[in-house]
């Protein structure tokens, strides 16, 4: 994201280690299962090793990139996703892009389906879906098309909250993306850090800031899964490792749709560095939310490609853009914006501490604000989920998922421990046991920036009858000022006997990351 290296870039690397691992059923290939198995075994490698080797935008990425030519669909395409998902920029990214019949769906979700979207409300998206595949598909004239371009949901100013049940709010309509409706809003950053909506600011300093490591404990993750404790909690704590500037009270709702833009005149005391931007919402009782967030390494100002160090000292002017998100802001509450050197453990730090300079006068935030639109409160574009029946199965141990910090006052060490899986249960129509268990731990000692490291643990287990398989993966980051180092095990089982094991150890050069 931005040029920074994600957590998410270890966490789902370290999941697919194992998920890669698995055999295929012999239900379904015969004797032939454990052939296939050991190749790939032998064949997987690991991820994170390959993304590692590719610390720039090259072609490594491109090949994959529909904005590389927008051109090159020719089909129709419906983009879907959510507010917490990692990928909803793609949406309006690929509606102002693409020269054929689409439309974006975006609600309040996680990386789920709409139908099963949590945060809420959830949607019957699998009519959505038939309607857009019998128009193209079938050419049956379902309306779909005489409908807005986007439909997006405005979430209204909530606690911060590790996990929502529902977000309220309302559904908007824009007709096309980029939308005649919704027109930049230039804040001016006061010397007194203050944030001038609509207004540039009349006087002008320079602030300074050096973010502590631990600056980001309360960020969530990148790409959230609905559970509980992955969304930002309370941004009270990191907002004080961080430059703030602030409104005053708003008198009237103020509606953001789309991605706000932080432009900031800058300079550094480092060659390599980064910046954390956060739009967070105040409440009255001064609970903060986050609401949007931008990262940027600095050597990727001008291009992701072709990334330049810095020149301590030399002021630049960089522009930091945002999630994409829908936003009301109720009145009494207060926008701020948050800048930081650090943002871990969802972006890896910087090899050395930063003190970064905002020189106030040469920097603003725009705000993508649409009015006020009281026909928002009458739409109702999508029925609610019809209740579905979920497929035979017996829990035999329930998950036991969850996100706990930890803060050792003797040694200064700070760990975020995440664990996930699906637990274990019985497939009933295939009698086919399951299991999946994972532990992520991202540690960091307070002022030693060689100390972030992040481990992954995954255990599988496929079992039926009298067979059974397991596989048992781990997967380690850490880095120094001039390298990551990336170590690797791999260890397969069938009937509870060690059957193969394969070990990785890799040092790769940071390169301007």
């Known amino acids: ?142 309306g779909i098309m005489d409908e807005p371009m986007l439909h997006a949901w405005i979430q209204d100013s909530a606690p911060p909250r590790g996990a929502y049940v529902e977000r309220p709010g309302r559904w908007a309509a824009e007709p096309y993306w980029p939308s005649p409706n919704v027109a930049p809003e230039t804040c001016g950053l006061g010397a007194d850090g203050s944030l001038l909506l609509g207004e540039a600011a009349a006087d002008a300093d320079v602030h300074t800031i050096c973010s502590p490591l631990t600056t980001g404990r309360h960020a969530g993750k990148w790409c959230s899964y609905a559970v509980p404790g992955d969304l930002p909690v309370d941004q009270r704590s990191d907002d004080a490792r961080s430059l703030v500037f602030e409104t005053p009270p708003l008198t009237e709702p103020l509606d953001m749709l789309g991605a706000a833009v932080a432009e900031l005149e800058i300079e550094v005391d480092r060659p390599t560095a980064q910046v954390a931007v956060r739009i967070n919402d105040v409440a009255p009782d001064g609970a903060v939310t986050r609401v949007t967030y931008g990262l940027l390494n600095l050597t990727h100002r001008d291009s992701h490609a072709e990334p330049v160090p810095l020149e301590p000292g030399r002021v630049y002017r960089v522009r930091v853009p945002l999630k994409h998100v829908g936003q009301r802001f109720f009145p009494g509450h207060r926008l701020r914006l948050a800048v930081s050197t650090c943002y871990w453990p969802l972006a890896w730090p910087s090899p050395e501490p930063v003190t970064l300079r905002v020189h106030t006068a040469g920097s603003h935030l725009e705000l993508p604000l649409r009015p006020i639109q009281d026909e928002d409160e009458t739409t109702t574009p999508f029925a609610s989920p019809p209740a579905k029946a979920a497929a035979p199965h017996t829990v035999i141990e329930p998950p036991a998922n969850g996100w706990q910090l930890h803060e050792d006052l003797a040694s200064g060490e700070h760990s975020l421990e995440v664990r996930d899986g699906t637990g274990t249960f019985r497939i009933e129509q295939s009698g086919l046991t399951v299991s999946r268990t994972g532990k992520e731990l991202y540690r960091c000692v307070e002022g030693d920036w060689a100390s972030p490291s992040g481990e992954i643990q995954w255990r599988a287990s496929l079992a039926r009858g009298d067979w059974s398989i397991m596989t048992m993966t781990e997967t380690a980051l850490t880095a120094d000022a001039e390298y990551f180092h990336l170590k690797a095990s791999l260890k397969a089982y069938e009937n509870e006997e060690l059957c193969y094991e394969a070990n990785w150890s890799r040092r790769i050069p940071r390169d301007q990351v």
């Open 1 to 142: 994201m931005g040029g920074c290296l994600l957590a998410d870039n270890l966490s789902w690397a370290g999941q697919m280690f194992t998920r890669n691992s698995l055999p295929p059923d012999p239900r379904h290939v015969g004797e032939r299962w454990r052939d296939l198995w050991f190749q790939r075994l032998e064949h997987t490698g690991h991820w994170l090793e390959a993304w590692l080797e590719h610390q720039h935008r090259d072609a490594y990425w491109r090949h994959g990139s529909v904005c590389e030519d927008y051109g090159r669909v020719r089909c129709p395409v419906y983009a879907v996703s959510g507010w917490v998902d990692g990928y909803c920029n793609a949406v309006f990214r690929v509606l102002a892009g693409l020269d054929v019949p689409r439309k974006g769906l975006v609600g309040p979700w996680a990386h789920q389906y709409p139908d099963a979207g949590r945060p809420g409300p959830a949607i019957d998206f699998i009519n959505e879906c038939l309607r857009w595949w019998d128009h193209w598909l079938k050419e049956r004239d379902t």
